[in-house]
C-alpha cells in the first residue's frame, strides 16, 4: 500500500506539522491535523508521491506556485505533493511557513466559496429521467448537494451517450432510497 511506501516521507512530514503544535487525528485512515476541531491538512499517499492535502488550499497564496489542484472538480483542497525524503527536507521551511497559512485562515474565519449544485453539467439522459420520474426529481432533489455533485460527475464524465443511460439506470434505485453515490 502507499503508506507503507512513504512511511519516512510521512514520518518527516509529520514531524514538521507537528511542529506547527496542530492536533492529529486519524480521518479517512490518513493522518489529519486540525485546530479547534477543523481539519487543516492531512497526510496521504499514492503511488507516484505522497502528499499534505490542504483543505483549504484553494485561498492559500501559494508564493512558490507549488500547491496542486487534484482535479478540476476539486473545489477547496490543494496538495503539496512529494517524491522522496529530499524533496521534504529540501524544503521543509516552506512546508512550515504553507501549514501556517493554513491555521491563519482557519482562524481568520475564511470560508471556500463552493459553486452550487446548479453550477454542475447535468447529462440529458439524467434530464429526461427526471421528467420523466417525478419521484426520482423529488428523491434527487433531497440528497445533499455533494451527493447531488457526485452523481452529476459520475453521469457527465461518460463520453459516450449510451454510457450515461447505463449510469443512469443504473444509479436510479440508490437515488430512489436517498443514497450517494458512494453510500
Known amino acids: 500500500m502507499a503508506e507503507n511506501k512513504w512511511h519516512e516521507e510521512f514520518e518527516a512530514l509529520r514531524k514538521i506539522v507537528l511542529s506547527t ?6 480521518k479517512w485512515g490518513c493522518a489529519c491535523f486540525t485546530w479547534n476541531d477543523q ?15 490542504f483543505f483549504k488550499g484553494s485561498l492559500m497564496q501559494d508564493p512558490e506556485n507549488i500547491l496542486v489542484q487534484q482535479t478540476a472538480n476539486v473545489q477547496a483542497g ?3 505533493r512529494f517524491t522522496g525524503l529530499a524533496d521534504i527536507k529540501r524544503q521543509a521551511k516552506i512546508i512550515k511557513a ?8 482557519e482562524k ?19 434530464l429526461q429521467k427526471l421528467d420523466e420520474h417525478p419521484a426520482l426529481a423529488e ?6 448537494p455533494g451527493r447531488q455533485r457526485g452523481y452529476l460527475l459520475h453521469f457527465s464524465s461518460a ?17 430512489l432510497a436517498g443514497k450517494g453515490l458512494d453510500d
Open 21 to 26: 503544535h496542530l492536533t492529529e487525528e486519524t
Open 39 to 53: 481539519n487543516i491538512v492531512l497526510i496521504h499517499g499514492f503511488k507516484e508521491y505522497c502528499a499534505l492535502l
Open 78 to 80: 490543494r496538495q503539496l
Open 98 to 105: 504553507y501549514i501556517e497559512e493554513a491555521i491563519e485562515l
Open 108 to 126: 481568520s474565519g475564511a470560508k471556500v466559496e463552493f459553486r452550487k449544485t446548479e453550477d454542475f453539467p447535468m447529462a440529458d439522459e439524467f
Open 139 to 144: 428523491a434527487f432533489y433531497a440528497l445533499t
Open 159 to 175: 463520453k459516450q451517450a449510451k454510457t450515461r443511460e447505463s449510469r443512469v439506470e443504473k444509479c436510479m434505485p440508490q437515488i
